[in-house]
């Protein structure tokens, strides 16, 4: 028996400890490393990389089943090339980055010399592993030809696009392939003839079209330019709900995911599914996200079961429900607390005509604010900064930050040498409870401290922390009144 043989009856026996390596001698699957990936990977139509780690179990697993799968598919044709790397090697860890590999194993399949890349979604065993990568190796659009081609294919849950040509060629065609390659990983894709074979839509049809199939809203969208730019976005466009539901079921994710991804403006309505008006609301936000259709906004409406992130995330409280919200692509917010069906449509002009007043996240104004160092919130920010005529000395925090800690007793001192001084005040912002206003405070990371005069003048402060440094730096810049001592309580 040779090497190979003795290692393949080793893993027969005991597979839990048949490590990749034993099986090394004339193995079919590439081990590739960060010296040889991206030349590798640039040199193939149709590659896929599993990521793994020696000691993951589900890796020692895989490994046998990705082993005869690789042998099997080595003489397909159009070849399937299988390679693995080793994601826990030191050495590899910036290609594990680069591809955002948070679980082992991971397969990707890379097409075209990497331009394109697709997470491998099929199962783990061989046959299984030849099967999905055989279909994944062919055309991504199926052809048509039969009434039962186009049931199977078009199915009651999922999205499916259909191109619909006088003939299989030209450049109509060869973009729509192209749109098809593109985009075989998110949706399926066929081609016809015959538009009678498909089951919705008109079914004489004279031109290259691409009809979108999908189970909800209108059903089915027809477009017919095919610049591949321009199919792509309306693929994107034509496959997203009028509405976006968001609550637990699993089904609606993938739109919620598309939600957030999209760089429209994001309006959402979020209200507890239960309540007696729930079918008022529905209705009432549907015509309204029809009405706007086409015009940069997208919708979701969330149950508060499901949104408890997004209240967090935005600063929403439970009191303020049902509420409407919205992110504009600048990543400003406005918000409309308590609303009625009847108060959706309104408020929704008011924002297009530019009518509202952002909404910022803020913390509670405190109701004793007695420490050296002043504590500051979004809602506070204006009146005890901006307009109050003292030139402020603003550290931007976070709870978590570690040099704020070591910051936080030089600053209590550099508060108490000013305490005496009413035109100057030293204070601080908790920038993970309160929006910053970014158009004036650059905060890259914590803490990050601004200085602004009296005369209104905003300076970063990038010197030194010590005590000195900073009280220097506040008497240089800080804008003396003419009288002083008579400016105090005037205001
Ligand atoms: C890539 O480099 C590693 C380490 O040098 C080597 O073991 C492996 O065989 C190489 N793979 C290819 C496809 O050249
Ligand atoms: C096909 O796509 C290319 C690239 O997007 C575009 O320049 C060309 O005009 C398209 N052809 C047709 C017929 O739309």
Redesign the pocket.
């Known amino acids: 028996m040779d090497s190979r043989s003795w290692a393949s009856l080793f893993c027969m026996l005991v597979p839990f400890l048949c490590n990749a390596s034993l099986v090394s001698a004339g193995e079919q699957v590439l081990t590739l490393d960060h010296s040889n990936f991206t030349d590798t990977v640039s040199k193939h139509k149709f590659i896929v990389v599993e990521f793994y780690a020696p000691w993951c179990s589900h890796c020692i697993k895989l490994s046998p089943e990705y082993e005869k799968a690789a042998s099997i598919l080595s003489s397909h044709d159009p070849p399937v090339i299988l390679a693995k790397v080793d994601a826990s090697h030191e050495a590899n860890e910036e290609l594990a980055r680069e591809f955002e590999i948070t679980g082992l194993p991971t397969i990707k399949i890379f097409r075209n010399g990497g331009k394109y890349i697709q997470e491998y979604r099929g199962p783990r065993e061989s046959d299984g592993i030849v099967a999905y990568l055989e279909k994944q190796v062919g055309p991504a659009s199926d052809e048509i030809k039969y009434m039962e081609d186009a049931a199977n294919l078009i199915g009651e849950n999922k999205i499916v696009i259909v191109g619909i040509f006088p003939e299989f060629s030209g450049?109509?065609f060869e973009?729509f392939t192209a749109l098809s390659e593109i985009l075989r990983s998110e949706y399926a894709f066929g081609h016809t003839l015959d538009a009678k074979l498909l089951p919705r839509g008109e079914s004489l049809v004279n031109r290259p079209t691409v009809r979108l199939l999908k189970p909800f809203d209108e059903l089915f969208v027809d477009f017919q330019?095919?610049?591949?730019?321009a199919l792509e976005k309306f693929v994107e466009e034509a496959s997203a709900p009028i509405v976006t539901l968001f609550n637990r079921d699993p089904s609606n994710h993938p739109f919620v995911f598309k939600f957030f991804n999209s760089p429209n403006a994001k309006a959402m309505l979020v209200v507890d599914f239960n309540s007696e008006q729930i079918d008022s609301f529905k209705s009432k936000f549907h015509d309204i996200a029809e009405h706007y259709k086409g015009k940069g906004i997208s919708f979701l409406m969330g149950d508060i079961e499901a949104s408890q992130g997004l209240f967090e995330f935005f600063g929403l409280k439970d009191d303020q429900l049902p509420l409407i919200f919205i992110q504009n692509s600048n990543g400003q917010k406005y918000l409309k607390p308590n609303v009625e069906p009847e108060h959706i449509g309104p408020w929704l002009k008011e924002y297009t005509d530019g009518d509202l007043k952002p909404f910022l996240k803020s913390g509670p104004i405190p109701d004793s604010n007695n420490e050296p160092v002043k504590m500051i919130v979004a809602d506070s920010l204006h009146d005890m900064v901006f307009s109050s005529g003292k030139n402020v000395l603003l550290e931007f925090y976070a709870p978590w930050c570690e040099q704020c800690k070591k910051l936080a007793p030089i600053l209590d001192e550099v508060a108490v040498s000013f305490e005496n001084d009413a035109d100057v005040l030293i204070a601080k912002l908790d920038g993970s409870a309160n929006d910053i206003p970014r158009d004036i405070f650059e905060v890259q990371g914590y803490p990050t401290l601004y200085f602004k005069s009296a005369s209104g003048n905003v300076l970063q402060y990038d010197g030194k922390r010590t005590k000195e440094d900073i009280i220097d730096f506040i008497q240089k810049h800080r804008y003396r009144t003419a009288e002083p001592d008579t400016v105090k309580d005037e205001l």
Do not use: A, S
């Open positions: 450049e109509e973009n330019e095919f610049d591949v730019d």
